[in-house]
T-cell receptor, first 113, second 115 residues
Framework: AQSVTQLGSHVSVSEGALVLLRCNYS??????LFWYVQYPNQGLQLLLK??????LVKGINGFEAEFKKSETSFHLTKPSAHMSDAAEYFC???????????FGTGTRLQVTL | EAGVAQSPRYKIIEKRQSVAFWCNPI?????LYWYQQILGQGPKLLIQ????????DSQLPKDRFSAERLKGVDSTLKIQPAKLEDSAVYLC?????????????FGPGTRLTVT
């Protein structure tokens, strides 16, 4: 079975500060990993994904994530937070075994002045 | 390129009533998904279609939920009768294919409140 754990349901950072959203996964087979962002009253939008190859993945809006197999982690980072980054962020895993996306419970990012 | 369209955006019904949601995927996308997102949780897959065939409906409560995708394009999701625990946002998504290599594009969702 595959699963995702997002540590911290709420994260607050100051504008300009580093953003770090944590995601750990569980999978018995090599996973594909995703980060999605959801703005209020909108659907989910893909930020970035890891399938194979380079373990550091760059996405839209300056976000990046690193796949660390030894730590079963896929943490999302951004060097400098912007007010427009305030949203809910979901980590998700896909494996060929389950053949579907399994989402974490989400982390709400708040950006303060 | 037009995105995934869903209607209605909001719906309030009483328990034991029925309700239907509609989804129009991105043109050319063979795979269509319905997710249920309960407040404070991540989306949970209810059903996945490949063209007009069902690929996965293992988490669909079939005693009250039904879905169809006629002609492999639009889809409807129905709940009959609704329960209080069905209050959630119902998201529709589509993709070119059903593997994880294909990006899923999400619609804005339908927020259902059951009273």
């Amino acid at each position: 079975a595959q699963s995702v754990t997002q540590l911290g349901s709420h994260v607050s950072v100051s504008e300009g500060a580093l953003v770090l959203l944590r995601c750990n996964y569980s999978s018995s087979v090599p996973p594909y990993l995703f980060w999605y962002v959801q703005y209020p009253n909108q659907g989910l939008q893909l930020l970035l994904k890891y399938t194979t190859g380079a373990t550091l993945v760059k996405g839209i809006n300056g976000f990046e994530a690193e796949f660390k197999k030894s730590e079963t982690s896929f943490h999302l980072t951004k060097p400098s937070a912007h007010m427009s980054d305030a949203a809910e962020y979901f980590c998700a895993v896909f494996t060929g075994t389950a053949s579907k996306l399994t989402f974490g419970t989400g982390t709400r990012l708040q950006v303060t002045l | 390129e037009a995105g995934v369209a869903q209607s209605p955006r909001y719906k309030i019904i009483e328990k034991r009533q029925s309700v239907a949601f509609w989804c129009n995927p991105i043109s050319g996308h063979a795979t269509l998904y319905w997710y249920q997102q309960i407040l404070g949780q991540g989306p949970k897959l209810l059903i996945q279609f490949q063209n007009n065939g069902v690929v996965d409906d293992s988490q669909l409560p079939k005693d009250r939920f039904s879905a169809e995708r006629l002609k492999g394009v639009d889809s409807t999701l129905k709940i009959q009768p609704a329960k209080l625990e069905d209050s959630a946002v119902y998201l529709c998504a589509s993709s070119l294919g059903g593997t994880g290599l294909y990006e899923q594009y999400f619609g804005p969702g339908t927020r259902l409140t059951v009273t």
